[in-house]
């Protein structure tokens, strides 16, 4: 299965689609991830991506496009994905369905996580990070243990979680990506599900959905 996830920044789009990714047998491939790990190694696209991400702004297309191409080309994608933060454009959106395209490959389904925007903040501002396994947990006080339980390793808050930069991702969200979900639902590819309630029946449902929906 070739999935997309669109949903605003906390809507929980990492979580579901390492979970997705696990049951599906598929890479979770989340275009942050592959972003903050090129940031980390200082490589050159990390170089020419870091004022973006850490401004809260989109990596311009072509750089995006290029990792993503490169990503999807390996073996492990050859069956599935789970493509987690990208398209995040309508530009990026017909890129990819040009690409998919003269690759002969379909996307199943794009799934929507739907949440209210009183949440989001909530969420991403109490949001930290295990940087070894890349667990994401929600702390309501800072002064909780933080440290991650998979994996001991202690917990970060990402430079991009405080508190102005999170208005200008949700801004970017809603400016440039939110526009993508009627640009699927016209494909009549959205699966949209409620991601405000508990991790596990977003999960639960979403499955079910899926399978009902079957594989096409
Ligand atoms: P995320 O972890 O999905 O919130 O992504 C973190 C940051 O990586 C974003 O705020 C952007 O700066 C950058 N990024 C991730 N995906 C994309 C994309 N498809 N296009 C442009 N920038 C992206």
Not at 55 to 71: C, F, H, I, K
Not at 125 to 143: D, F, K, M, V
Request: contains cysteine; proline residues 5%.
């Amino acid at each position: 299965m070739r999935l997309i996830m669109i949903g605003p920044p906390g809507a929980g789009k990492g979580t579901q689609a390492a979970r997705l990714g696990d049951r599906l047998g598929v890479p979770h491939i989340s275009t942050g991830d592959l972003f903050r790990a090129h940031l980390k190694e200082n490589t050159e696209l990390g170089q020419q991506a870091k004022r973006y991400v850490e401004s809260g702004g989109l990596v311009p297309d072509e750089l995006t496009e290029a990792m993503v191409w490169d990503r999807l080309g390996r073996d492990d994608a050859k069956n599935g994905y789970v493509l987690d933060g990208f398209p995040r454009n309508l530009a990026q959106a017909r890129s990819f369905e040009r690409r998919l395209n003269e690759t002969r490959t379909a996307l199943s389904r794009a799934v929507y996580l739907r949440v209210p925007e009183s949440e989001l903040m909530r969420r991403l501002t109490g949001r930290w990070w295990c940087p070894e396994c890349h667990a994401t947990y929600h702390l309501a006080s800072p002064a909780a243990s933080k440290v991650c339980e998979n994996c001991q390793t202690g917990l970060i808050q990402r430079e991009d979680d405080r508190p102005e930069t999170v208005k200008r991702r949700l801004r970017v969200y809603f400016e440039e990506t939110a526009p993508l979900v009627d640009y699927y639902r016209d494909r009549g590819m959205v699966l949209e599900i409620d991601g405000g309630a508990p991790v596990d029946v977003v999960s639960r449902k979403l499955g079910q959905q899926l399978a009902e929906g079957g594989s096409r």
